[in-house]
């Protein structure tokens, strides 16, 4: 059994322990509050703008832009994997880069060749331990989330689609549901995919042009899936640490509760132990 001195450090160190959990908890539950104000006022804006730009895409040509041109058979394909910089916060990062690398594997065959564009860090050593090919590198992009450094991202993104290296971009991320669930999400990014006109085919009117508008519109999407996207991780990511620190309080409770019990017992122990040879001490005397 431990000694008395040992478990009493035990103790502290674990209490500290969950000072520490209990303060992350609160932090993260006070970013999440914000980052879910952020996602809920940014999904009827870019649900909007899919809507209305998909509408106009369903009615020209594929051919009229290169982001709705559709490409097949498709060979190259990249995968846009989106994690956090930080860690302690559950499966979030865990769930996203396995459900790329599962992609990959079941995909391999499929496709010429599967590349990756990773935000966050621990994406980043997760796929270079394991020797994927990393297109591009995105870190530090949720110190500074603005539309700005979302720009950077979508045109990289644009640029490798219409110089005709990728045929089909896909993202992957953590879809906010609320604060203890998120559900990792693989969907299309380009090409565009376009609405169902319901409206029966009515024609427009374009000024100054169709080709103009779909190019000033169309990275405008992309730009606006990405911002939506990261936003969603964002949100995920919060509530992830904010649960996970949550259970790792309690935890600490539970422990120091067991360790509280082991101490007395251990006490107990000693005082008995030292009953024991005081009285047979006394008997010693006697005879």
Avoid: W
């Avoid at 590349?115 to 591009?136: N, P, T």
Wanted: aromatic fraction near 6%; charged fraction near 30%.
């Amino acid at each position: 059994m431990p000694s008395l001195k040992a478990i009493r450090k035990r103790i502290t160190s674990v209490r500290s322990t969950r000072q520490i959990t209990k303060a992350m908890k609160m932090v993260a539950a006070a970013k999440l509050r914000r980052a879910q104000t952020a996602i809920e006022q940014a999904r009827p804006y870019a649900k909007k703008l899919a809507e209305g730009i998909g509408d106009i895409a369903a009615r020209v040509p594929v051919e009229d832009h290169p982001l709705l041109a559709r490409r097949e058979p498709l060979r190259k394909v990249q995968l846009f994997v989106l994690t956090s910089d930080r860690g302690l916060c559950g499966g979030f990062n865990s769930n996203v880069n396995r459900a790329a690398e599962r992609f990959i594997v079941e995909n391999r065959a499929k496709y010429e060749e599967i590349s990756l564009a990773v935000v966050g860090r621990k994406a980043v050593e997760y796929f270079r331990r394991r020797r994927y090919d990393i297109k591009h590198e995105f870190r530090g992009v949720f110190a500074d989330l603005s539309i700005g450094r979302v720009r950077e991202i979508a045109d990289q993104v644009i640029a490798g689609y219409t110089a005709s290296d990728l045929d089909a971009v896909y993202m992957v991320y953590n879809e906010f549901k609320n604060a203890v669930s998120q559900k990792v999400v693989v969907e299309p990014l380009l090409p565009v995919s376009p609405a169902v006109v319901g409206d029966g085919g009515v024609e427009y009117l374009y000024e100054p042009g169709k080709r103009e508008l779909l190019d000033l519109l169309l990275p405008r999407y992309v730009e606006i899936e990405i911002m939506r996207a990261l936003l969603e991780s964002v949100a995920s990511e919060h509530g992830a640490r904010m649960t996970a620190m949550d259970s790792a309080t309690k935890n600490a409770s539970e422990m120091i509760g067991s360790l509280t019990l082991q101490f007395n017992r251990a006490r107990q122990a000693a005082i008995t132990k030292e009953l024991m040879e005081i009285i047979g001490g006394a008997e010693a005397l006697k005879g």
